[in-house]
């Protein structure tokens, strides 16, 4: 974004005195402030951001929002005032969005977000100027300051939407207004707040109260709990396993290299990806779509895909100094992605030597026990040895201890027995996954083993 103070003040439907200072981007952390940014300050419960907007501009800010019942703005350096600072950055937002000719590209589900965006990026990039949502800024502040971030010539923009409860999805959209969309599945995460599955996918379908006229939605068509919403939206294309899938996949085979998977219907073709796990292939079917829309051809298709980068902690493969392999998962996990995750290492051929590293899933719900003894199900008989961590995953210790013929460890909130435990174990001819929420931190348990 380029745009003198004066655009901003007229976006805002305000008045400003200052003219023609140039912005150049917008911050809310003076940590990571650019020379040329617009500060916003956000007033919160332990926080109170104007107090660093002198900071901002000794960094270099070009201008600074200013809340206008907060008391003594400072003189002399370039204010818009508003009545809210969150609100402006959407209005902002929403108007940039306006001008852009950008191709937006909406991505929401309960487990895959993540992968789903960078696989999307990945086979656009060669071909296109292609930004993408960085980090977890997904939601009604991150979103916003993603958009404000395009460049006026980026062709294709991916967003990643979050949520928690009904109407965020559906206030994110109409921010965004995709061209096209992706619902990736409906999982168990925010049970505690929509209540149901079923509710879960309520939320997620909100993506398309934006989406453009001749835009069109990608979604799981193994997911059945989304049917009753896109029988009335033609718009809608599925993807996934089933035959009856518009794109569906078959012939997954886990390689050296990642994965080697063959696609039916919309296009028939091989395809690979450096990346392990049949939901990572999933998760690839609706970035084939999106690039067959960008007018690119299969083949490549399959050039881009060889070369695809997922963010850390997706089924990462990680070297172990003593040559056993990791594969790094922690970046997430619900009830779904806990159960791909153990069918991988379940049907994988790597290694012979199976070890598992688990970690709570938060924000189940009044189900949370359940969804945790329900593991164990999932666990194949051919794993050598199970390592629990988190004060839930004791509900699954206490229901493997009497039954399980592996080696059995549980820890509270210490990392060190399990290090330990591994260490004592594990060999160059070892596999283990590592598969958490985020909360947890797993990738902790892994560091220990890599060369530093």
Not at 254 to 275: C, K, L, M, R, Y
Not at 338 to 347: G, H, Q, Y
Request: aromatic share 8%; hydrophobic share 40%; with cysteine.
């Amino acid at each position: 974004m380029k745009k003198k103070i004066e655009e901003l003040a007229k976006w805002l439907d305000i008045k400003t005195s200052f003219k023609g200072i140039e912005i150049t981007g917008v911050s809310i952390n003076t940590r990571t402030l650019q020379p040329g940014d617009l500060f916003i300050p956000f007033r919160g419960e332990n926080t109170n951001g104007h107090k660093y907007v002198q900071q901002a501009f000794e960094a270099g800010a070009a201008a600074a929002l200013w809340q206008q019942d907060e008391p003594n703005p400072p003189k002399d350096v370039p204010l818009l005032i508003v009545e809210d600072p969150k609100t402006a950055l959407q209005e902002m937002a929403r108007a940039y969005r306006d001008e852009l000719s950008t191709v937006v590209i909406g991505i929401t589900g309960s487990n895959g977000k993540t992968s789903t965006k960078d696989l999307v990026a990945s086979v656009l990039k060669p071909y296109f100027k292609v930004q993408k949502t960085q980090g977890n800024y997904n939601n009604e502040i991150g979103l916003p300051l993603t958009i404000l971030s395009l460049d006026e010539d980026t062709k294709f923009a991916v967003l990643e939407m979050g949520m928690s409860g009904f109407g965020e999805i559906e206030f994110l959209s109409l921010l965004a207004r995709p061209d096209y969309a992706v619902i990736t599945n409906i999982g168990e995460a925010h049970m505690q707040d929509l209540g149901s599955r079923e509710g879960i996918a309520k939320a997620k379908f909100e993506i398309i109260a934006g989406l453009e006229s001749h835009g069109k939605l990608f979604y799981d068509g193994d997911e059945p709990l989304l049917q009753p919403f896109v029988e009335d939206f033609p718009q809608a294309v599925s993807f996934g396993f089933d035959n009856n899938n518009e794109l569906a996949v078959t012939d997954i085979k886990a390689t050296e290299n990642g994965s080697s998977f063959q696609v039916s219907g919309i296009i028939d073709a091989p395809f690979s990806i450096p990346v392990l796990g049949e939901h990572q292939v999933k998760n690839t079917l609706s970035a084939i779509l999106i690039a067959l829309e960008a007018g690119l051809s299969e083949e490549d298709i399959r050039k881009s895909l060889k070369n695809a980068a997922l963010t850390d902690m997706r089924m990462q493969i990680i070297p172990a100094k003593n040559g056993a392999t990791f594969i790094n998962d922690a970046y997430n996990a619900a009830p779904s992605s806990m159960k791909a995750a153990l069918n991988f290492v379940r049907e994988t051929t790597m290694k012979e030597d199976k070890w598992l590293v688990l970690g709570d899933m938060l924000e189940l719900g009044d189900n949370e026990q359940e969804y945790h003894e329900a593991i164990q199900a999932s666990i194949s008989e051919d794993i050598h040895g199970v390592c629990l961590y988190g004060p839930r995953m004791k509900w699954l210790y206490e229901k493997m201890k009497d039954t399980y013929q592996g080696q059995l460890i549980w820890s509270e909130s210490d990392y060190a027995p399990i290090v330990q435990f591994l260490e004592e174990r594990i060999t160059a001819d070892s596999l283990i996954l590592v598969k958490g929420s985020r909360g947890m931190a797993l990738e902790r348990v892994v560091e220990p083993f890599i060369e530093s």
